[in-house]
């Protein structure tokens, strides 16, 4: 088996783009903290991800967790992968967005993103149940916890109160 080199070129750009991104971080401390907690979550989340990217084209050994999984990674499918997706695909994903704004706009931010991203995951994606439901709550729980740290109201829905406070019974806005 060959060992496979890293490509430079990437590991480069990953570089610049991460220290643009910590100077802009640090830059962000001194706004007021209102005004420094968006870009400061947002880079430092940035950061993150371009570390992981260049440990993954440094380390590709190490860095196999960081492949994905599916049947549309498998060596086999590429080819297929490059031509262009077909409508009736297109379309589910279309749907699955659309729903997925309907639904929230009617039962709010606390109930529509782990059923509708368990379901994603579990039909279109192929991943099991067992992974995909918890997997759907923790991305919720992360993005609620973002709100929260971004002092941000998840939107509670225009639909009827089912849970005071969390599901329903909120008042549209006047546009």
């Known amino acids: 088996m060959t060992e496979q080199r890293p490509e430079i070129g990437k590991v480069i750009v990953d570089a610049v783009l991460a220290v643009i991104i910590l100077v802009a971080v640090v830059d962000a401390q001194g706004l007021p903290q209102q005004a420094r907690m ?37 060596d086999r ?30 039962f709010g931010f606390y109930v529509v993103p782990p059923v509708l991203v368990a379901l994603y995951l ?12 918890p997997l759907a709550i923790l991305a919720t729980l992360l993005t609620l916890a973002g709100l929260a740290v971004l002092r941000v109201q998840p939107w509670i829905g225009a639909g009827p109160e089912l849970i005071d406070g969390y599901v329903g019974g909120a008042v549209m806005p006047l546009f």
């Not at 968006?38 to 940035?46: C, D, N, W």
């Not at 297929?80 to 994903?93: D, F, H, I, S, Y």
């Not at 579990?122 to 439901?133: K, L, N, P, T």
């Open 77 to 106: 499918n590429q080819m297929q992968a490059e031509q262009p997706a077909e409508w009736g695909a297109a379309l589910r994903v279309i749907s699955y967005v659309l729903l997925f704004w309907v639904l929230i706009f009617f």
């Open 38 to 74: 968006m870009p400061t979550v947002v880079g430092i989340a940035t950061l993150v991800f371009l570390t992981l990217g260049i440990a993954a084209e440094l380390f590709p050994k190490h860095a196999e967790f960081l492949k994905p999984r599916t049947p549309r990674s498998d």
């Open 122 to 133: 579990g039909f279109e994606g192929g991943v099991r149940w067992r992974f995909a439901i």
